[in-house]
DNA sequence: AAGGGTGTCATAGGTCACTAGGACAATAGC
DNA sequence: GCTATTGTCCTAGTGACCTATGACACCCTT
């Protein structure tokens, strides 16, 4: 049986928004990558199962091999016939301390700019906005 | 002739980034519809050239169409033929007052994210989990 | 050995997005 | 009127993605 951590069933909620305009696939891999990212994942973690996701998010088992294969081709994870799919490699992402600090600081902007009256997709506009000005003046700065 | 306003062409950076994901055309309706959120674009402004816009981004002149169709069809934009695309609406978004504010908090928590040692990807993957966490407690505190 | 759970593969079909190329209609300026 | 520019439309073709269904190979437990 060897059921999942339970640690994983809570950060892993995948889903899939049709309105997104990202393909299904491409929905999991951006998931469990930011779930890698921040730390969420560690190595040997064991992923749901393929039959699983498809049920839970109702999409084709083939749609979620699809994104396993994709993340285990740049290494991220490693797929065991028989066994499951398993973490292989973390992705740099800030130490706990400094996300923790991070995600403080960003709930407060988010009440800031609630108040304000965005909603999240306003929030979603200004944020893609600045990065790319915020990406800009780096590149320019060097 | 009646150029374009030279406003536009600094703030309508169109831009085609083919590891997005993201369809060519939403990532156009992505981009005008953020314009039009945060007031870059103002009822009765142009849009560039149809024909403009795809050599631009070196994609097909259909693909732009269906893009402000797209748009068209929400009642943003209008098209007369033989003029050009214009903006029939705009979106409610911050005042001038409280984006200048919102972008100056933005930009030293983007600092501080760098500092930790984020790049753009962990920035953006913490922003998506954030936010989803503050949307997700926003209901349960309803 | 037997069974169940797992990843994997193959086939076939459907939908959607994009491309290429050309043509037409409406508008504005000459 | 003529011409250039603009939005619009059409056809055909290509490719990516998803689905449904079934089957196989591997691993572990019993």
């Known amino acids: 049986m060897t059921p999942l951590q339970p ?5 892993l909620a995948f889903h899939i928004e049709n309105t997104s305009g990202l ?17 969420h994942l560690k190595v040997g973690d064991r992923l749901p199962t ?12 083939n749609t979620v091999l699809k ?20 973490v292989a490699k973390e992705l740099a992402g800030p130490s706990a301390h400094d996300q923790a600090s991070l995600r403080r600081a960003l709930l407060r902007w988010l ?15 200004l944020f893609a906005n600045t990065v790319r000005q915020f990406i800009q003046d ?5």
Not at 72 to 86: I, N
């Open 67 to 86: 994104a396993y294969r994709h993340l285990e081709v740049q290494g991220l994870l490693v797929s065991r016939p028989g066994r499951g799919v398993f």
């Open 7 to 11: 640690r994983n069933a809570n950060v």
């Open 111 to 125: 009440s800031q700019a609630e108040d304000a009256g965005l909603d999240a997709e306003g929030m979603q506009a």
């Open 50 to 61: 393929v039959r699983d996701v498809a049920a839970k998010v109702a999409i084709n088992p």
């Open 23 to 39: 393909t299904p696939y491409l929905q999991l891999v951006q998931q469990i990558t930011h779930a890698l990212r921040l730390g």
């Open 138 to 142: 780096q590149a320019e700065a060097s």
